[in-house]
């Protein structure tokens, strides 16, 4: 079975621009969570979708959201980039996003803002 | 607020030997704790999990161990091999019926041959 798919890899943005990353869950997954992880504030919980929906979000502003679609692949969007946004985006994917679901993670994408 | 900390930012074990990972958490509503194991950019890989209602989980190599009690978790690995140098987070969840993970800061984990 394929694993969590993240892309792009690797981005270099400006400030001030938007970027777009995608996730493509594990076949039959249908919760995808997202997470940043800076070397200042470790990995940290972005938002959680569930069908569609935005179950859970975690403590960042506005400018993060994001959608889910359909067949579970997750976009995340960020606008109006800062330079504290440059950070390593995982996203992870578990069969129904409940506690005790295990999360299996993408490898990342990398996103630099200069 | 750090609700899970890993007190230990890296440990050095000799090849064969046991290495213990340690995590200790806040929130008494935590239910289910994990163990991942990362290398530099790449995502996180699960190891093992571990219930609340258990205290101990094995998988091979590898042992979690809970104390709710003393709210504290260990990752034991035995015996450790150069392969398993890498950067561990412990994991935890809440039963609010959400699964969003609060990690550790890591510990870094050298196996010397």
């Known amino acids: 079975k394929a694993g969590v798919t993240q892309t792009p890899r690797y981005l270099i943005k400006t400030r001030g621009q938007q970027v777009t990353l995608s996730c493509s869950p594990i076949?039959?997954?249908?919760?995808v969570s997202w997470y940043q992880q800076t070397p200042g504030q470790g990995l940290q919980f972005l938002f959680e979708?569930?069908?569609?929906?935005?179950?859970n979000k975690g403590n960042f502003p506005g400018r993060f959201s994001g959608r889910q679609f359909s067949n579970s692949r997750s976009e995340m969007n960020v606008s109006t980039l800062e330079l504290g946004d440059s950070a390593l985006y995982l996203c992870?994917?578990?069969?129904?996003?409940?506690?005790?679901?295990?999360?299996?993670f993408g490898p990342g994408t990398r996103l630099t803002v200069l | 607020d750090q609700q899970v900390k890993q007190n230990s930012p890296s440990l050095s074990v000799q090849e064969g030997r046991i290495s213990i990972l340690n995590c200790d958490y806040t929130?008494?509503?935590?239910?289910?704790f994990l163990w991942y194991k990362k290398y530099p950019a790449e995502g996180p890989t699960f190891l093992i999990s571990?219930?609340?209602?258990?205290d101990k989980n094995e998988d091979g190599r590898f042992t979690v161990f809970l104390n709710k009690s003393a709210k504290h978790l260990s990752l034991h690995i035995v015996p450790s091999q150069p392969g398993d140098s890498a950067v561990y987070f412990c994991?935890?969840?809440?039963?609010?019926?959400?699964?969003?993970?609060?990690f550790g800061t890591g510990t870094r984990l050298t196996v010397i041959p």
């Open positions: 979708y569930f069908s569609e929906t935005q179950r």
């Open positions: 992870a994917s578990s069969l129904s996003g409940t506690s005790g679901d295990t999360q299996y």
């Open positions: 571990i219930s609340s209602i258990k």
């Open positions: 994991a935890a969840s809440a039963q609010t019926g959400a699964n969003n993970l609060f």
């Open positions: 076949s039959g997954h249908r919760s």
């Open positions: 929130n008494s509503m935590f239910d289910y």
